[in-house]
C-alpha cells in the first residue's frame, strides 16, 4: 500500500529565505509525483508534476526533485515571500490510469515579513 | 480554460435535508473525481468516473449518492448526512489516457456543514 509522508508538518520561515520541502513514498514504482499548494479553506492549485522519468521541474521559484529508488521528493522555493504561506500537499497515483491520488499530510508553510 | 467549478461554496444542512454539490469543467476531461478533506487533513478519494461511467467507489456509505450526467458536469446527491460528513468536498477532473497518468485539475470546493 503506498503511503505518503511529509516533512516538516510546518514550517516558519523569514522572508527571502530560501527552504526545501520534504516528501517520501513508501512505493517507487510511482508513475509521477504532482506537488499542490492549499490556502486556508480553499481548493487545490497544481503547482508542478514530475513524470517518473524525469528528475526535476521547474516553475518560477519552485523547484521540485524527484529520486525514484529512494521513495524522494523535495520542493525547493527560493527567495520565500509572504505570499507563499499555505500548505505544500505532495501526492501520488495509486496507479496507471484514471487513478485516484494518495496525498501527504502536507507541511504548513508560513513566510513571516 | 484549466478550470473546475464547484457550487455552492458553502453549504450548510441538517441531518434530514437533501442537496447536491455540482462540479463543471469544459477542458474535454474524461475522467472526474470526489475527494473529501476534513480539517488538517489531506484529501481522500470517495468516487472516480471515467467517461461516465463509475469506477471507483471508495466504500462510501449510500447517503453520498455521486452521478455524471455528462462528460462535463459531476454531481454529488447528499441525503441524510450525519455531522462527521462536515469537510471541504473538492471536485477534480484529468483527461483520461489509458496506462497515462494526467494532471488532476481541482476545484475551490464546497464547504459542507452538517447540523
Known amino acids: 500500500k503506498q503511503e505518503v509522508t511529509q516533512i516538516p508538518a510546518a514550517l516558519s520561515v523569514p522572508e527571502g529565505e530560501n527552504l526545501v520541502l520534504n516528501c517520501s513514498f513508501t512505493d517507487s514504482a510511482i508513475y509521477n509525483l504532482q506537488w499542490f499548494r492549499q490556502d486556508p479553506g480553499k481548493g487545490l492549485t497544481s503547482l508542478l508534476l514530475?513524470?517518473?522519468?524525469?528528475r526535476e521541474q521547474t516553475s518560477g521559484r519552485l523547484n521540485a526533485s524527484l529520486d525514484k529508488s529512494s521513495g524522494r521528493s523535495t520542493l525547493y522555493i527560493a527567495a520565500s515571500q509572504p505570499g507563499d504561506s499555505a500548505t505544500y500537499l505532495c501526492a501520488v497515483p495509486l496507479s496507471s490510469g484514471n487513478t485516484p491520488l494518495v496525498f501527504g499530510k502536507g507541511t504548513r508553510l508560513s513566510v513571516i515579513a | 480554460d484549466t478550470e473546475v467549478t464547484q457550487t455552492p461554496k458553502h453549504l450548510v444542512m441538517g441531518m434530514t435535508n437533501k442537496k447536491s454539490l455540482k462540479c463543471e469543467q469544459h477542458m474535454g476531461h474524461r475522467a472526474m473525481y470526489w475527494y473529501k478533506q476534513k480539517a488538517k487533513k489531506p484529501p481522500e478519494l470517495m468516487f472516480v468516473y471515467s467517461y461516465e461511467k463509475l469506477s471507483i467507489n471508495e466504500s462510501v456509505p449510500s447517503r453520498f449518492s455521486p452521478e455524471c450526467p455528462n462528460s462535463s458536469l459531476l454531481n454529488l446527491h447528499l441525503h441524510a448526512l450525519q455531522p462527521e460528513d462536515s469537510a471541504l468536498y473538492l471536485c477534480a477532473s484529468s483527461r483520461a489516457l489509458a496506462g497515462v497518468v494526467e494532471t488532476q485539475y481541482f476545484g475551490p470546493g464546497t464547504r459542507l456543514l452538517v447540523l
Open positions: 514530475i513524470q517518473s522519468s524525469q
